[in-house]
């Protein structure tokens, strides 16, 4: 499956944005999906992920409460919005997809990962 993420720009603190992220290939809904970020001079780290169908999700302690992850399996699409933006969510978005099932927070229990997408919170 290929991963192409969008939707990164440049926010002021406490407002919003959406990233979107499309998938090609074939049994998108087959997948757990998952999206995590990466600032400038650190490692990639968890963010949010969502099981085949949408029904469950989990987030990251930093992001609760104001990150929502979803999914559109009839557009091949998983969204993140994020809603009351800080200066410490400036990074690099990537959204990534799990072929194996169950829940997973590593980056290496991912298999397949898009090209990412940057988001800027201004202070």
């Known amino acids: 499956v290929q991963l192409q993420a969008s939707g990164g720009g440049l926010v002021q603190a406490g407002g919003s944005l959406r990233l979107s992220c499309a998938a090609s290939?074939?049994?998108?809904?087959?997948?757990?999906m998952g999206w995590f970020r990466q600032a400038p001079g650190k490692e990639r780290k968890f963010v949010a992920t969502?099981?085949?169908?949408?029904?469950?999700?989990i987030y990251a302690n930093s992001v609760k409460g104001r990150f929502t992850i979803s999914r559109d399996n009839d557009k091949n699409t998983v969204y993140l919005q994020m809603n009351g933006l800080e200066p410490e969510d400036t990074a690099k978005y990537y959204c990534?997809?799990?072929?194996?099932?169950?829940?997973?927070?590593?980056?290496?229990?991912?298999?397949?990962w898009g090209q990412g997408t940057l988001v800027t919170v201004s202070s």
């Open positions: 290939g074939r049994a998108f809904s087959s997948y757990y």
């Open positions: 969502i099981n085949w169908s949408g029904s469950n999700t």
């Open positions: 990534a997809a799990r072929a194996g099932g169950g829940f997973a927070t590593r980056n290496i229990s991912y298999d397949y």
